[in-house]
């Protein structure tokens, strides 16, 4: 089992649609997660962090963790042709210090 | 801040010859990360540094990859000698200390004929 995993999609959704990305993580000692988004021929960019269980909100991004069932998302409301790029989910593993990338889930957003 | 500075973007080499890749942090930042980006195996680390000390090499592929971090200011990842497998973006990335989020290099593609 990897340690952080993702769809690896794509996920299609009409513009204006509330995008839903998922990822699971096996390390019950993960204590923060990052959602990245990397466009195509381009670096990864951190877009949220999230350390306690609930939701954490910044405009149009939301994410959720649950540490019961291991599982931290991403909601995008109000989707645009602008989010269409790959999402990574990453969190810190083996002591603290190195991020683990899940694989990323491809968004398209669609006019 | 200029961010995380990587040289070249590109690099075409043959087979069996030395690769150099470059890397500027952001001043300030106490770790430098190396990373490996395929489509099969997403990005994968490679190794990181604290203070210019390396202190995870585990993922290293093997004895051809070798990094170091003469100062903190400049970290090089070199592959000698090289072979098409090692086709890739490499990705370098900086944080400082206490806080989690890295900042990512623009990459370097290689591509080894």
């Known amino acids: 089992q990897k340690e952080v995993e993702q769809n690896s999609g794509p996920l299609s959704v009409p513009e204006g649609a509330i995008a839903s990305l998922n990822c699971t993580y096996s390390?019950?000692?993960?204590?923060?997660f990052f959602w990245y988004r990397q466009y195509s021929g381009k670096s990864p960019e951190l877009i949220m962090f999230i350390y306690s269980n609930g939701d954490k909100e910044d405009g149009r991004f939301t994410a959720q963790l649950n540490k019961a069932s291991q599982y931290v998302s991403l909601l995008i409301r109000d989707s645009q042709p602008s989010d269409s790029a790959t999402y990574l989910c990453?969190?810190?593993?083996?002591?603290?210090?190195?991020?683990?990338f899940g694989t990323g889930t491809q968004l398209k957003v669609e006019l | 801040d200029a961010g995380v500075i990587q040289s070249p973007r590109h690099e075409v080499t043959e087979m069996g010859q030395e690769v150099t890749l470059r890397c500027k942090p952001i001043s300030g930042h106490d770790y430098l990360f190396w990373y490996r980006q395929t489509m099969m195996r997403g990005l994968e680390l490679l190794i990181y540094?604290?203070?210019?000390?390396?202190?995870?090499d585990s993922g290293m592929p093997e004895d051809r990859f070798s990094a170091k971090m003469p100062n903190a200011s400049f970290s090089t990842l070199k592959i000698q000698p090289s072979e098409p497998r090692d086709s890739a973006v490499y990705f370098c990335a900086s944080r400082r200390d206490g806080y989690y989020g890295y900042t990512f290099g623009s990459g370097t593609r290689l591509t080894v004929v």
């Open positions: 990453a969190s810190y593993t083996g002591g603290g210090n190195k991020l683990t």
């Open positions: 540094f604290n203070n210019n000390v390396p202190i995870d």
């Open positions: 390390d019950r000692g993960s204590q923060s």
